[in-house]
């Protein structure tokens, strides 16, 4: 448990920065999830789907999917003492809007520059 502390709290700090890569959200989140299961053992069991394999470079926020997790935790399996499972997919849902991590990048930049 105290290394999935460790690890959790490594990626979350990132070196400073707002967008990691989306393999290295999900080992954040994956950590997060072996925590939670060390304190409510039995209660659910934590699936990842992807698609595409270039998917995991593709930079997102940082800390976004934790929150997300830890909702359905809290709140899906408030009544549950076992048998709950999360599953989490990722997939390109419209390949030439987001044809890759660098147009990616482009579309973000303006973005960043206005906050």
């Known amino acids: 448990m105290i290394l999935s502390l460790s690890q959790m709290f490594q990626l979350g700090l990132s070196g400073g920065k707002d967008l990691i890569t989306l393999e290295d959200e999900l080992s954040h989140v994956q950590q997060y999830c072996a925590i939670q299961q060390k304190c409510y053992e039995d209660l659910f069991e934590y699936e990842v789907r992807i698609e595409e394999e270039e998917l995991l470079s593709v930079p997102i926020p940082k800390i976004l999917l934790q929150p997300i997790v830890e909702n359905s935790i809290q709140h899906g399996?408030?009544?549950?003492?076992?048998?709950?499972?999360?599953?989490?997919?990722?997939?390109?849902?419209?390949?030439?809007?987001?044809?890759g991590h660098l147009t990616w990048r482009r579309r973000l930049s303006p973005v960043k520059a206005m906050m």
């Open 77 to 99: 399996f408030a009544d549950r003492r076992r048998g709950g499972v999360i599953r989490v997919r990722f997939r390109w849902s419209n390949p030439a809007v987001f044809p």
